[in-house]
């Protein structure tokens, strides 16, 4: 009863943890977004660094300003593209609503809406009043208020390079977290990237308009699982639809090969990839979005996958929590204690628990050095 009556308390505390984590993370989120996306960049860059201090053998301030310098120019040109595409969207946006209420007028006429006693001139004033210029310049303000953030982000992530790349002892857990997290963001990275030049070029080659932006959001919303894929592959849609120099061929082939070419990436390349370095389950990925989506919104979304699966690895190193770990992930989770300390000083080969194994498990050299 005193067990039950325990599991029963730690249970309520862990509960009230969670909550009250969660009010201060959503409460406090332009303090610690900065810093959590900073450790996740700065652990994506590392491999970088670390090439050019063992192989080019470069100072570690000089690696890290290498670094630095090469991300910052490549967001650099992403920003360019996004901006110029954007000012050109928004200048166009008379003509694409034009174009648009043209097409939704030759629907509505086709359909007998009629008989279901339907207005259709009020649905024309309806999509008239569309407030499509305003859409635009919201999405120019999010995006220099994105820029806002990276800034902050950029600054933190010199300093936790610089930390990184120095020789340090680090614990099991730790090493196994960063040696995880970092195998995930490299995958990602270059999936997101392969995946954004495929697409852009081949919305190019259809001649679709702003395919450059088209294949930058690709790379973006890739690292969102299972939705971004799906936003990505719908999202040129409405400028191929408003499109009125596009033949038919152009117009099939730039809607369906954005969807065809992730669904073969993710059932065939990126299982591939990723290997065991994420081993959350689907619906776990689809909750955690959802809930870091909540508390952080869209950044929240591309960290989620990340940041749970480094809590994952955390918890499943309590025995409290490991149940929660075991929830979580797709297999079931052990200590790393337990796994890296299978050899004990002076007895030969032993279980994770510490016994020693039978004469009947053990192998011949093992036998032999106990008889010497």
């Known amino acids: 009863m005193k067990i039950s009556e325990r599991r029963l308390q730690t249970i309520c505390l862990l509960t009230l943890t969670v909550i009250v984590c969660g009010i201060v993370l959503h409460l406090l989120q332009d303090v610690f977004m900065p810093f959590v996306l900073a450790v996740f960049f700065s652990l994506g860059l590392l491999p970088i660094v670390n090439f050019q201090k063992r192989i080019l053998h470069f100072p570690v301030v000089l690696a890290v300003v290498t670094t630095l310098s090469l991300t910052l120019l490549l967001f650099w040109l992403g920003g360019l593209i996004a901006t110029a595409?954007?000012?050109?969207?928004?200048?166009?946006?008379?003509?694409?609503?034009?174009h648009l209420i043209q097409v939704m007028e030759g629907l509505l006429k086709s359909l007998p809406l009629e008989r279901f006693h339907i207005d259709t001139e009020k649905l024309m004033q309806s999509l008239q009043n569309i407030p499509i210029e305003n859409v635009f310049l919201n999405m120019t303000n999010s995006l220099f208020h994105a820029l806002s953030?990276?800034?902050?982000?950029?600054?933190?992530?010199?300093?936790?390079?610089?930390?990184?790349?120095?020789?340090?002892?680090?614990?099991?857990?730790?090493?196994?977290?960063?040696?995880?997290?970092?195998?995930?963001?490299?995958?990602?990275?270059?999936?997101?990237?392969?995946?954004?030049?495929?697409?852009?070029?081949?919305?190019?080659?259809?001649?679709?308009?702003?395919?450059?932006?088209?294949?930058?959001?690709?790379?973006?919303?890739?690292?969102?699982?299972?939705?971004?894929?799906?936003?990505?592959?719908?999202?040129?849609?409405?400028?191929?639809?408003?499109?009125?120099?596009?033949?038919?061929?152009?117009?099939?082939?730039?809607?369906?090969?954005?969807?065809?070419?992730?669904?073969?990436?993710?059932?065939?390349?990126?299982?591939?990839?990723?290997?065991?370095?994420?081993?959350?389950?689907?619906?776990?990925?689809?909750?955690v979005c959802v809930f870091w989506g909540v508390l952080w919104g869209p950044m929240g979304i591309l960290l989620a996958v990340p940041i749970t699966?480094?809590?994952?690895?955390?918890?499943?190193?309590?025995?409290?929590?490991?149940?929660?770990?075991?929830?979580?992930?797709a297999q079931p989770s052990t200590s790393i204690a337990a796994t890296t300390n299978l050899t004990q000083p002076g007895n030969g080969i032993a279980k994770s628990n510490g016994a020693p194994l039978p004469e009947s498990e053990k192998s011949a050299s093992t036998r032999g050095r106990e008889e010497q």
């Open 309 to 329: 699966s480094a809590l994952t690895l955390l918890s499943s190193q309590l025995e409290i929590t490991r149940p929660i770990a075991d929830l979580l992930t």
């Open 149 to 287: 953030l990276f800034l902050l982000t950029f600054v933190l992530t010199a300093f936790l390079l610089v930390l990184l790349s120095r020789e340090r002892q680090m614990s099991g857990v730790w090493d196994e977290i960063e040696s995880r997290v970092k195998r995930y963001l490299v995958a990602k990275v270059v999936v997101s990237v392969a995946a954004g030049l495929v697409v852009g070029l081949a919305l190019y080659f259809f001649g679709v308009r702003f395919a450059l932006l088209f294949g930058l959001l690709t790379g973006l919303l890739n690292f969102i699982p299972y939705l971004g894929p799906i936003i990505a592959s719908l999202l040129p849609w409405p400028i191929i639809l408003m499109a009125p120099d596009l033949s038919t061929a152009s117009t099939v082939l730039g809607m369906f090969f954005p969807g065809t070419f992730f669904f073969f990436v993710g059932n065939f390349i990126e299982p591939k990839v990723f290997g065991t370095s994420v081993q959350l389950e689907p619906l776990v990925v689809l909750l």
């Open 85 to 98: 595409s954007i000012e050109q969207l928004a200048q166009s946006a008379e003509i694409y609503e034009a």
